[in-house]
């Protein structure tokens, strides 16, 4: 499994939000700049964020994001699936329950279904707030 760039971008935005969350409103040129992201490819992140009330944002010359929450509230894996979609190191352990024919025979899927519990338990376990610390 591997975290694409997607992945990397919104936690980089979400934990940059979290540390200037004392400044109100963030415009995405600022978080770019300081995090040396591409503020093109942020701008197809922030939708997602917004959409699942991640983020609240305010348009206009004052406008910007910022976090909906306190950062003690943001699990670094809820983040990562609502980028990735499912951190399955394979189809069938995911979430999406992608069987293929060899499913009820094959001797890899508890090894998968293990690493990919791992996964997402290790995640599921870091919060913005940790990563500030």
């Given at each position: 499994?591997?975290?694409?760039?997607?992945g990397?971008?919104a936690?980089r935005?979400?934990l940059?939000?979290?540390?200037?969350?004392?400044?109100?409103?963030?415009?995405m040129k600022n978080?770019?700049?300081r995090?040396g992201?591409?503020?093109?490819?942020?701008?197809?992140?922030?939708?997602?964020?917004s959409?699942?009330?991640?983020?609240?944002?305010i348009?206009?010359?004052?406008g910007?994001y910022?976090?909906?929450?306190?950062?003690?509230?943001?699990?670094?894996g809820?983040?990562?699936?609502?980028?990735?979609g499912?951190?399955?190191?394979?189809?069938?352990?995911?979430?999406?329950?992608?069987e293929?024919?060899?499913?009820?025979?094959c001797r890899t899927?508890?090894m998968?279904?293990?690493?990919?519990d791992?996964v997402?338990?290790y995640?599921?376990?870091?919060?913005?707030?940790?990563l500030l610390k």
């Amino acid at each position: 499994m591997m975290i694409s760039t997607r992945g990397r971008y919104a936690l980089r935005v979400m934990l940059d939000l979290a540390e200037h969350r004392e400044e109100g409103y963030i415009a995405m040129k600022n978080v770019a700049q300081r995090q040396g992201l591409s503020l093109k490819y942020m701008e197809k992140i922030m939708p997602a964020l917004s959409k699942s009330h991640f983020v609240e944002g305010i348009q206009g010359k004052s406008g910007g994001y910022r976090l909906s929450r306190a950062p003690e509230e943001y699990r670094v894996g809820d983040i990562l699936r609502l980028a990735e979609g499912d951190l399955a190191p394979v189809a069938c352990a995911g979430c999406t329950g992608g069987e293929c024919d060899r499913s009820g025979s094959c001797r890899t899927k508890p090894m998968w279904q293990e690493f990919h519990d791992l996964v997402n338990g290790y995640f599921d376990g870091i919060t913005l707030a940790d990563l500030l610390k």
